[in-house]
């Protein structure tokens, strides 16, 4: 090999070390697939919302439902809260960032749909408040959490806690989940 690639050999194999993990939340990934499939056959939707990376798997989320994963079907309902610039600005600067999710779970929301927001960190009050406004309102609230999970740990009715401490390999695992999530959501929903 050209030059020394021990560091990326390095990575790459703890990012299969976190990946690997990811069987051991196979139940929790099944139960947050069997509510997001009720939730879509009730007639119900999803709210995805996170910052950053995890802004970006918010709406590859929602991007699954109302397009495809699989195979080609219906659409379903779902907004990433995290896709309307304008919408952030306004609601930052108005109401300040911490309240930029909660606001829209307030307006968008109704019991019985379903908010999944994602953080490498749980440290995030945008997030912890979004997912407090979330359980008030009835809403089911799901939370793919990093590290130790944060802040937000024990918050939501069901979470995963990727326990990596590099946000990179928190984010690969995030991506495999999510993936999971809408695999197992699609055949309950008969598309597989």
């Not at 119900?44 to 079907?73: I, P, Q, Y």
Request: proline share 2%; aromatic share 4%.
């Amino acid at each position: 090999m050209a030059g020394d690639c021990g560091p990326l050999l390095d990575s790459i194999e703890k990012s299969v070390q976190v990946i690997a993990e990811a069987s051991s939340y196979v139940e929790t990934i099944a139960t947050i697939s069997r509510a997001l499939s009720e939730a879509f056959t009730d007639g119900h939707k999803l709210l995805a919302c996170g910052n950053g990376g995890s802004a970006a798997d918010a709406m590859h989320l929602t991007g699954e439902w109302v397009g495809r994963f699989v195979r080609d079907r219906k659409p379903y309902p779902a907004i990433a809260l995290t896709a309307d610039g304008t919408l952030l600005t306004c609601l930052g600067n108005d109401y300040g960032y911490e309240n930029v999710f909660s606001r829209q779970v307030e307006g968008l929301g109704s019991p019985g749909d379903v908010l999944v927001v994602f953080s490498s960190s749980g440290n995030s009050e945008n997030l912890i408040k979004a997912v407090e406004t979330a359980k008030k309102m009835g809403l089911v609230t799901v939370a793919i959490l990093g590290r130790d999970g944060g802040r937000t740990a024990g918050l939501a009715h069901h979470e995963i806690v990727v326990n990596a401490k590099t946000t990179a390999r928190i984010q690969e695992a995030h991506m495999l989940i999510l993936h999971l999530i809408c695999e197992e959501t699609e055949r309950l929903l008969g598309h597989a």
